[in-house]
């Protein structure tokens, strides 16, 4: 099977593999690993030839938990992306970064796999700074505003 | 009893859900993994208790210019923290190390994730830069 052979990949390139259940609603399964740090998903969908995605998450600061805004963030950074996908969760303490690869045989995919690690990796520093961004020019001109309020 | 001093860095690699093996001998204590790929080792000498070195080796592309290598290693080594790099092997692989004085590796495991990403810089970098130069 597709996934079997691409968790023996993954273990030959240095990394512990957990097989987790099957996605729900989906023929999915998910493969799960660490890289620097992160905890990554990849999910394959078995067939001739096999789809795969990898995704990983991201925690947004407290103080910058702005669900419209960052939602607003995360779809111009994605613009600049190309299949790269973002999505709000845990009530928008997190957001996780997906790039989806339809019809890809395996070989590809393993063949390319660091290197679309690294594209979702660089995806969501690209997106969280964009938050973060914003939310510092935020709180900057909440400051300003306030002080003007305030009157002399 | 002679313990195994390497064993914090084994669990640091845990934590980092890396794979690892162990190649012991009456001279060293050697630990080999691999992350995305590409390969490392963890070294400490029997006689030098305090002595841990981490590093990786990198195939000089064929035909590169020695002159050139050299430029651009000392500008890593002047540029990078922790990082030492040098020629190794017949002048074909390059050599990227850390080396640390520790009373124990216990003091590296905290700081284990950050001492592999300035390996994995300095190769990205080195690599670069000789492209480009």
Redesign the interface.
Same mark, same amino acid.
């Given at each position: 099977m597709t996934r079997d052979d691409l968790a023996r990949y993954i273990?030959n390139?240095?990394?512990?593999v957990e097989i987790g259940p099957p996605r729900e609603g989906s023929d999915a399964v998910e493969l799960l690993?660490?890289?620097?740090?992160y905890?990554f998903s990849v999910g394959v969908r078995e067939g001739d030839p096999p789809g795969f995605d990898v995704a990983t998450a991201y925690e947004i600061p407290p103080w910058a938990r702005e669900r419209a805004q960052n939602a607003i963030a995360l779809q111009e950074t994605a613009k600049d992306l190309g299949n790269v996908r973002f999505l709000l969760a845990s009530n928008g303490k997190n957001f996780v970064v997906t790039l989806v690869l339809e019809k890809t045989p395996l070989q590809e995919f393993q063949r390319d796999l660091?290197v679309n690690?690294a594209r979702v990796r660089e995806g969501g520093v690209a997106a969280l700074e964009r938050i973060l961004n914003r939310s510092e020019s935020r709180a900057a001109a909440n400051k300003f505003i306030k002080s003007l309020t305030r009157g002399s | 009893m002679d313990t195994d001093r390497l064993a914090p860095l084994e669990l640091a690699l845990e934590e =980092? /859900?890396?794979?690892s093996t162990r190649d012991d001998d009456d001279d060293a204590l050697r630990i080999a993994?691999?992350? =995305? /790929?590409?390969r490392y080792f963890i070294v400490s000498y029997r006689d030098d208790p305090n002595f841990v070195m981490v590093g990786s080796g990198w195939s000089l592309p064929e035909g590169a210019d020695r002159e050139r290598v050299m430029r651009t290693m000392n500008a890593l080594n002047a540029r990078k923290k922790f990082v030492k790099a040098a020629l190794w092997e017949e002048e074909n692989d390059v050599l990227f190390t850390i080396e640390l004085c520790v009373a124990t590796p216990e003091e590296i495991r905290p700081h284990f994730?950050r001492l592999?990403?300035v390996l994995r810089d300095s190769a990205l970098e080195f690599f670069a830069e000789l492209r480009a130069t």
């Open positions: 273990e390139e240095g990394h512990r690993f660490r890289s620097r740090g905890v660091w690690v | =980092e /859900g890396l794979l993994f691999k992350s =995305e /790929g590409d994730g592999l990403d």
